[in-house]
């Protein structure tokens, strides 16, 4: 069983839709949380980073932490055919060496017009 | 701001060959990472460093051998190239083990 399982889509929604993305891990340890968009054909860019539980809101994206659950979601507000792309979640644990982030295998929007 | 700068964006082998994948930041972070994307696997960590000097392995590390003399660049080696190894490698580096990564766009190699 994988440490991270992220809900595997495709996930197609129309323009304006609220956009729900989840990602459920196992190991405890960890307490840093992160969501990652990747475009076609592009490197993976930092969209949210939480420490622990609780919720993030930057514009029309919040992210949220259950770490009683092991639980994380990201929420895409007023979705836009821009917020077309792939969004991984990672997570490492405290004192963790670097690259050691534990990334899910990724979800891919499509929003339409 | 070049941030990670990845070369070469593409590259065709023949099994068997030899190639270095570069890597430069220009953030001047302590941390760097190589991972490997393939289709439905997500993001795998080859190897990674915690600085100049200091190198160790992570999920997929055969088949490929990283050095760090410099702050600035973390090459990729593969020593003799196989199918199994086309992939899309991405480098990353970050200031601190938990702040998050920043990525380079990444090397789209085929191995024949």
């Known amino acids: 069983q994988k440490e991270v399982e992220q809900d595997p889509g495709p996930l197609s929604v129309p323009e304006g839709a609220i956009v729900s993305l989840n990602c459920t891990y196992s190991?405890?340890?960890?307490?840093?949380f992160m969501w990652y968009r990747q475009y076609s054909r592009k490197g993976p860019e930092l969209l949210m980073y939480?420490?622990?539980?609780g919720n993030k809101e930057d514009g029309r994206f919040t992210a949220q932490v259950d770490k009683s659950s092991k639980y994380i979601s990201l929420f895409i507000r007023d979705s836009q055919p821009s917020d077309s792309a792939t969004y991984l979640c990672?997570?490492?644990?405290?004192?963790?060496?670097?690259?050691?982030?534990?990334f899910g295998d990724g979800t891919t929007l499509t929003v339409k017009p | 701001n070049a941030g990670v700068t990845q070369t070469p964006k593409f590259q065709v082998l023949k099994t068997g060959q030899s190639m270095t994948l570069q890597c430069a930041q220009d953030?001047?972070?302590?941390?760097m990472s190589w991972y490997r994307q393939d289709p439905g696997m997500g993001l795998r960590l080859i190897h990674y460093?915690?600085?100049?000097?200091?190198?160790d392995q992570g999920e997929v590390p055969n088949g490929y051998n990283v050095s760090r003399s410099t702050t600035e660049d973390f090459p990729l080696r593969l020593l003799s190239a196989a199918p199994s190894q086309t992939s899309v490698y991405f480098c990353?580096?970050?200031?601190?083990?938990?702040?998050?990564?920043?990525f380079g766009d990444g090397t789209r190699l085929s191995i024949l």
């Open positions: 190991n405890s340890a960890f307490q840093y």
């Open positions: 953030m001047n972070h302590e941390y």
């Open positions: 990353a580096s970050s200031r601190t083990g938990n702040q998050p990564q920043h």
């Open positions: 939480t420490y622990s539980s």
């Open positions: 990672a997570m490492s644990a405290y004192n963790t060496n670097a690259g050691k982030s534990t």
């Open positions: 460093s915690v600085g100049a000097g200091i190198t």
